[in-house]
């Protein structure tokens, strides 16, 4: 095991109506005036801002609002909102929304007290400084309501760029899984992927001895793997929403990856496809992680055996462990096939002609994606056409 | 699954060596004066205060020292320690070693700013305000480096209390794997024992459909039964050590157990048995634990079943699921037993005259103790004959 930090203060605020508390838990992290971020009119329409505005009033909070952040957020609406948040001398931003609107939020919070362009934290520059945002989440997916990190996309271009610290991590984050029960099939089995994504970026390591994180890692797979089903066959199953949502954040504050290289290429190589087609996160990851797994389970089949035999009941082929990894794969795409996700280019709406596109915006060059195998453009080039090709 | 909130701020810097930054960490948390808290000679000895010490002077922060805290640690030390902080205007106190340590600092804590006695706190008294702590923890055990909470032992009576506040989490918690690697085998495995009591303590509840809790204790079980016998065989095993450490945090700072009943009554049970004869806690569970499980498992016979798959491996038995949840339990004492500790009244030093005092010390009287089963005052009574006369 490698040695780490594990740092994760959010106040997480957990269950039916819940929402109903943001003025509460917005007052007692010194919010005075609140900027509310939101996405679509599904938040308008629902009834929920119209809560979130009662409960901040309640608790005597000024606030303004800008929605319209859109899925793979963009630049141009983080400006608006650095812009408004200054005019607005606003103290605190309460994301309402799903991971576009918590990263949104996150990229305006460092983005005020800034002098400079925003956009300097997602090409390299470290974070020293940022408003503290809280969290109404509804959708189970991102797991940016525990996390530090953020992803945002320069609509010129379309350059999909992450960042992180511990100062981007929310103050509080209310999860109510009820509000995610009208989410669309489709977007459910993305956010679904999201989170299976989380864990497996984890999971495929070459540091040894990590037994405790192998196992947290593969209690996430498995949960996701009896309630996804569940919520696709039946959207009003509160408690499948419930394990759900517990599982996205669970997957992604890290307590299921430290002490661990991490891989993420899977992730790299999503990020071109949703910044070049503007497809859904989870889907792009959907067609990516099996194709990045065939390219790489040949590094350590015992790991690939490990998840086929713990996460999806493979028996273990002792005679022939490359066998059982396989399957183990095979049995994760018609996993994301049977809750409606893509499992190739075709069904996602990519190209297989945009493949060298794909692999010049990734910027490899001459060198070396790191993880869990270092990969070369040629190498991003073969997952892409893996991808492309995929059938069950 | 139950509405809950969960907050565990505490920031964890884990590794070989991490002491040496414990200066670093409490100048980052606001401390000035330090009262160094710690326990046996063994610290002293070990060179691991002297480290600690050179830490804080190079981070230029002032310091004074008690040492002293026993196991099951006592109110006498506490009130000490709370005269000797006011008498050096400490305002921050740093636990260095276990569970014990851990929680006698944090009684401190809450003493130092309240005019009454301390003892108020562990008798129900909500806790308002709490001088901030940090730890450097030399034990896998507790889990009070990620909890809030504390117990403490009053040494007129005996009487084990406990109380609990998210003003008691550490502010930051170093875990060096390799501090743990001279401790006897005993107080080993004991810390093994406690953890996986904790875990059990959660795992086993009334509440439906919590799978993701359920998957998660599952982890930290299945982690104990692999790492535990390999540091019992080669105490220099720093991975499994590692393994068991993170193990150890993540089985009390309530990650694995939100959204759920949780039981409790292992532990209450234990309590009055150190309590009385002042044997370590781990070695009481280990001889409480099982009994209570052989009192309880027909009331979810399905429950105990799915452990016993799960985490030890028995085969189903479907005609008879009841054999099942036995050789669960069964398998588990066998375990204990294989890492050292006592699996009886005999073995553990107790005596079964004793019973009637330790079940009047509990308190129960013509009520009821909640939690998965609810225990009448014969109920524990039958519960601490099955312990004192087990047998493999």
Known sequence: MLNFEF???TEFVFGKDREDECGTYAKKYGAQRVLIHYGSGSAVRSGLLDRV???LSDSGIYFTELGGVKPNPRDTLVY????LCRKESIDFILAVGGGSVIDSSKAIAIGVPYDGDFWDFYSGKPIEKALPIGVVLTIAAAGSEGSGNSVITKE??????GTGSDLLRSKFSILDPALTQTLPAYQTACGATDIMAHVFERYFTNTKEVEITDRLCEAVLLTMVKETPRVIADP???DARANIMWAGMVAHNNIVGVGRQQDWNSHGLEHELSGLYDVAHGAGLAV???AWMEFVYKHDV???????ARVFGCNMNFADPEVTAREGIKRFREFLHSIGMPINFAELGAKEEDIPTLVEKLGVGDGRRAGFVELSAADCTEIYKIAAKASL
Chains 1, 2 share one sequence.
Not at 156 to 161: A, E
Not at 302 to 308: E, H
């Open 80 to 83: 608006e909102g650095i812009e």
């Open 236 to 238: 009003n199953n509160y």
């Open 7 to 9: 740092y994760s203060p």
């Open 302 to 308: 015992m790991r690939f055996c490990q998840m086929a």
């Open 53 to 55: 505005k009662k409960s």
């Open 156 to 161: 010129d271009g379309m350059l999909k760029r």
């Open 288 to 290: 990516m992680m099996p």
